[in-house]
């Protein structure tokens, strides 16, 4: 199997992509109550840091460790057998967890857009990075909140969270493949500034009385962007057809791997630019590539 890095032809063929409600669920329990049951069973464990990022990032400049921020609406259920393994400590991932800061954030208020750009339209989101907000890597993608086992996996986690620790290893040696992949400055620098949002949402959770009707989650960022944008005119095709799925240009990566080839559909943009089954997306665009959605953020952020 031969491993390259993408070259020019590759990245011609890529430029061608173009307020909660408290709810019962079938387990019997409400929003509010899966919450509880969250933070409490996290927090007793010990081993995540919860909901508190700052916490996070001192911790990752005293011990310099590199961050695994993990993004997660509680309580949808996409992705939830992934958010499990990963929380649960799975023997898999545990020895390479035990080499990062972890952090666990269930709400979006106060969320820094300058650092924590993503598909919105995702119930779960992790970010591999340094604690001066420099991005090693993103992990997780919306096919996966259509089915658990497509485009997410626990062996293609520990991939990516292998690569995260060699790049921190090497560091200052990829600092600058690795700035394009901080986006470009967000309109506002936390979701509860939109106009859409400001009204209705504070920097943090209610203190008193039930927490998710006050909690933002990552789709109304995503709307809310939206919602300012079309004040404006037409959308934008980055936001209507945002992060692109590989399979768009013919390219179906497996799942437990960080970004191998699985498969190429014939006469494909893929197919054009050489592509075979076994191949692996070292970089793209200059950027190291730790997963599946390493490859959307470029494809989201290619110019058509």
């Known amino acids: 199997m031969s491993a390259r890095r993408l070259v020019a032809p590759l990245l011609l063929a890529l430029a061608a ?32 840091i919860y909901d508190d990022y700052d916490a996070a990032r ?9 961050m695994i921020v993990a993004l997660r609406c509680i309580p949808c259920e996409h992705c939830v057998k992934l958010d499990e393994e990963l929380v649960e400590t799975d023997p898999r991932l545990q020895p390479l967890l035990d080499r990062f800061v972890r ?16 598909d919105t339209d995702q119930s779960s989101a992790v970010f591999l990075l340094r604690a001066d907000g420099t991005i090693y890597g993103r992990y997780g993608t919306r096919s996966a909140s259509q089915d658990d086992g497509d485009g997410t996996s626990v062996q293609g986690l520990a991939c990516a969270l292998e690569k995260a620790l060699e790049i921190h290893a090497a560091w ?20 509860e500034r939109y106009p859409s949002l400001k009204d209705r949402y504070g920097p943090t959770l209610a203190a008193d009385g039930p927490q998710v009707p006050s909690c933002i989650h990552c789709h109304q960022i995503g709307d809310a962007e939206r919602t300012e944008v079309l004040k404006r005119g037409p959308l934008p095709e980055e936001l209507f057809f945002p992060y692109p799925n590989p399979r768009a240009l013919g390219l179906g990566l497996d799942p437990d791997t960080c970004a191998s080839v699985a498969s190429v559909t014939p006469d494909s943009s893929a197919a054009a630019a050489g592509f ?29």
């Open 103 to 118: 952090v666990r954030l269930i709400r979006t208020n106060g969320l820094d857009l300058s650092t924590f750009q993503f």
């Open 17 to 48: 992509v173009t307020a909660a409600h408290v709810v019962a669920r079938a387990d019997g329990k409400n929003r509010e109550e899966k919450l509880k049951d969250d933070r409490a069973r996290v927090t007793a464990a010990g081993f995540w």
């Open 58 to 66: 001192k911790e990752a400049q005293r011990t310099d460790k590199p």
């Open 276 to 304: 075979v089954p076994g191949d692996e997306l070292l970089r793209l665009d200059g950027q190291p590539i730790l997963s599946t959605a390493d490859v959307q953020w470029v494809l989201h952020h290619t110019a058509a």
């Open 172 to 191: 200052p040696r990829d600092r600058e493949a690795l700035a394009a992949k901080r986006g470009p400055k967000p309109r506002v620098a936390t979701p």
